[in-house]
């Protein structure tokens, strides 16, 4: 009878401890704010045009689309031009109050009217595998929480993206980097002469982060991770030599100015 009893306490023990686990993870309540943002690495086309007709975000921390529920950020058509947003241009993808709590994933949908136009002027149909019907589907694992606006980037390297097949079509294998806006910075400058032609890059775990000068001369590396960073230029077309410029330190929120680079021959 001792032993029966011994086991009835020992099992209502473990029973009540489980009670107690189960409400220290009571779901969040209320609705946060969620704003997507894409921005682009450079590529050698005079443009990449990408249809997005949806954005979604995917709701629990199970990335398996079985679990948890799809919600819509954005549901209408928007025309991206890749090309168009690097040194700090963003677009913005979507805006939505969203219900508090964790999620795992964020889709684009994207539709048919998505193209290149190479440096000759020459438009190609740009091709996405299941890119309407399954989407782009991207892990990035994030907590919204009541009442608080939540930012994200999407950097699209487009440059790494579109494959070029033997029979001449293309096709997009799409990588992208997702960043926290509240948990990165920007690395900025200016490289003269303005005939240099260089990129200015940077590395970042292990991506590689790239920009071109604009017509100023002018550069911005964007969602960069708090940390110290290298900063290149390099690959000029007419003839400068290549800069390094090391131990640049970025803060979250905030863009750390690494001034004016004049590169010699």
């Known amino acids: 009878?001792?032993?029966?009893?011994?086991?009835?306490?020992?099992?209502?023990?473990?029973?009540?401890g489980c009670k107690n686990d189960d409400n220290s993870t009571t779901p969040q309540t209320g609705s946060g704010q969620l704003k997507v943002y894409m921005t682009d690495a450079p590529a050698h086309y005079s443009s990449v045009n990408i249809q997005v007709t949806r954005v979604e975000v995917h709701q629990g921390s199970d990335t398996s689309s079985s679990a948890g529920s799809w919600l819509v950020v954005k549901d209408s058509t928007m025309n991206i031009d890749l090309v168009q947003l690097r040194n700090g241009v963003t677009a913005l993808l979507g805006n939505a109050p969203l219900p508090?709590?964790?999620?795992s994933q964020i889709r684009l949908i994207i539709g048919p009217g998505s193209y290149v136009t190479d440096e000759n002027g020459t438009r190609h149909d740009l091709t996405i595998p299941s890119g309407s019907q399954t989407g782009l589907k991207l892990n990035n694992s994030f907590t919204l929480q009541d009442g608080v606006t939540y930012e994200l980037t999407l950097d699209f390297d487009a440059s790494k993206s579109i494959v070029v097949t033997g029979n001449n079509s293309y096709k997009l294998k799409p990588v992208i980097r997702v960043e926290a806006n509240a948990l990165t910075g920007t690395i900025s400058g200016q490289v003269l002469p303005l005939d240099a032609a260089v990129d200015v890059h940077t590395i970042a775990g292990q991506d590689t982060i790239t920009t071109y000068p604009d017509a100023q001369g002018h550069f911005k590396l964007m969602a960069l991770p708090e940390g110290t960073y290298t900063v290149h230029i390099a690959h000029s077309e007419t003839g400068y030599k290549d800069v390094e410029q090391a131990n640049v330190k970025v803060v979250?929120?905030?863009?750390?100015d690494i001034g004016t680079i004049t590169l010699q021959k």
Do not use: S
Request: a positive charge; zero cysteines; hydrophobic letters at 60%.
């Open 1 to 16: 009878m001792h032993k029966i009893f011994f086991v009835l306490l020992f099992a209502a023990a473990i029973i009540a």
């Open 100 to 103: 508090a709590g964790q999620y």
């Open 252 to 256: 979250k929120g905030q863009n750390t």
